[in-house]
């Protein structure tokens, strides 16, 4: 599996982005997907993700009001949409995908090492 993230580049505060994740190898209803961020000086970071089997996502508290996760299965591709940028949403973002496509805890989710495939990420810069 392959995942491609892209759509970072420099934002201002209060703007939105759409970030897409182009993943290839797998049919998107075989893998899970997640997004998760990893600002300068800080570990990585769970945001949300979207399971294989089913179209329920999971975010992590911190995320539910500014983000929104979701997948084209015919393009292939999971998209992050971010709300009302802030500076502090700067940071490298990855896409990232697992084997497993049931349910599962956000718990379960925020866990970087269930994650069997990882993006190469891309930069988000906002400025105020």
């Known amino acids: 599996v392959q995942l491609q993230a892209s759509g970072g580049g420099l934002a201002q505060a209060g703007d939105s982005l759409r970030l897409p994740c182009a993943v290839s190898g797998r049919m998107l209803r075989t893998i899970s997907v997640a997004w998760f961020r990893q600002a300068p000086g800080k570990d990585r970071e769970f945001i949300a993700t979207?399971?294989?089997?089913?179209?329920?996502?999971y975010y992590a508290d911190s995320m539910k009001d500014r983000f929104t996760i979701s997948r084209d299965v015919a393009g292939s591709t999971v998209y992050l949409q971010i709300h009302s940028l802030k500076p502090e949403d700067t940071a490298i973002y990855y896409c990232a995908a697992e084997r497993t496509v049931g349910r599962i805890s956000t718990q379960q989710a925020m866990n970087v090492d269930r994650y069997n495939w990882w993006g190469q990420g891309t930069l988000v810069t906002v400025s105020s």
């Open positions: 979207v399971r294989g089997s089913e179209t329920r996502s």
